[in-house]
């Protein structure tokens, strides 16, 4: 069955980057697309970006200068790279297949 | 970038009544293919998010048909027939017309 699972560090300092993976099963990477989706503490959810079966990338306007998406086919794995993190970065992380399949997030806090 | 706004609800509502939650889109989501780009989320606290339909008015897989997702290209609803209290929680509408994607800031459902 599809499932989808984020991981990386629960604490960012500021000015750092943020590196965070999803790892999938029950689907292809090759043949199709995960989306990020990021939620801060208590508001709304966000788009940030996604990566297409061929490779090719899609970012939200506001993070596209800090952002890089990227994946391991054989490996089964997406990739996120953000840098300059600020306080306002703070947010739970989703990674999400079709937007039917979602993983269960990932907490990064950016604070010193 | 497409902006999306979400009206509010009179809450709580009642269990067995109806609830109609609004979204508009500043630009028509109407694509070449004759199809609506929109989706409508339900997350409930401590949760992913739930897709309940896509292209406007397709339900999800395993979606109860008390919920219909209706409207024009800018404007659209999100109708729950005989709300239960597994149905409270924050409501979001997405346009997947084009990139980047964007979300509207959500609605919050109580169910009294």
């Known amino acids: 069955q599809v499932q989808l699972k984020e991981s990386g560090p629960g604490l960012v300092q500021p000015s750092q980057t943020l590196s965070l993976t999803c790892t999938v099963s029950?689907?292809?990477?090759?043949?199709?697309?995960v989306h990020w989706v990021r939620q801060p503490p208590g508001k709304g959810l966000e788009w940030v970006g996604a990566i297409w079966s061929g490779g090719s990338t899609d970012y939200n306007s506001a993070l596209k200068s800090r952002l890089s998406i990227s994946r391991d086919t054989s490996k089964s794995q997406v990739f996120l790279k953000m840098n300059s993190l600020q306080t306002e970065d703070t947010a739970i992380y989703f990674c999400?297949?079709?937007?039917?399949?979602w993983g269960q997030g990932v907490m990064v806090t950016v604070s010193s | 970038d497409i902006v999306m706004t979400q009206g509010v609800l009179p809450n709580p509502v009642p269990s067995g009544e109806s609830a109609s939650i609004t979204c508009r889109s500043s630009k028509s989501l109407v694509y070449k293919d004759g199809k609506t780009y929109l989706n409508w989320f339900l997350q409930r606290p401590g949760q992913s998010p739930q897709l309940l339909t896509y292209?406007?008015?397709t339900r999800a897989s395993g979606v109860s048909d008390r919920f219909s997702g209706s409207g024009s290209g800018t404007y659209f609803t999100l109708k729950i027939s005989r709300v239960r209290a597994e149905d409270a929680g924050v409501y979001y509408c997405?346009?997947?017309?084009?990139?980047?994607?964007?979300f509207g800031s959500g609605t919050k459902l109580e169910i009294k």
């Open positions: 029950g689907f292809s990477l090759t043949s199709n697309s």
């Open positions: 292209w406007m008015s």
């Open positions: 999400t297949y079709g937007y039917n399949y």
């Open positions: 997405q346009q997947v017309r084009e990139y980047p994607l964007t």
